[in-house]
């Protein structure tokens, strides 16, 4: 079950989980299954999620100039949306009929 309340020592850095591979992975969108698409992204998503804190929501900073300081976690998550739209178009997109 997802909970916020996590011991310290299952904390992740976002910086490290979100960070290119050194090393390019065999697997590709193509070759996963959609179970573990789902997974992977819920997990992610979890993270960065649970990683907002409170202040980040007051005045709506991630509206304005200074937001990357402010709001770092609520833009993470805002690119992160981004991206993934951007992969499902493209996905969509360059597949054959």
């Not at 290119?20 to 992204?41: D, F, N, V, Y």
């Amino acid at each position: 079950m997802l909970t916020r309340e996590e011991p310290a020592h299952s904390m992740v850095n976002l910086q490290e989980l979100f960070s290119p591979s050194l090393h390019p992975a065999k697997e590709s969108i193509s070759t996963l299954s959609a179970l573990e698409i789902a997974e992977q992204m819920t997990y992610l998503d979890q993270k960065i999620l649970f990683s907002i804190c409170s202040e980040e929501f007051l005045g709506q900073v991630w509206m304005k100039s200074d937001k990357k300081e402010k709001a770092p976690h609520i833009c993470l998550m805002t690119e992160r949306f981004n991206d993934m739209c951007r992969l499902i178009v493209s996905e969509i997109i360059t597949s054959p009929c």
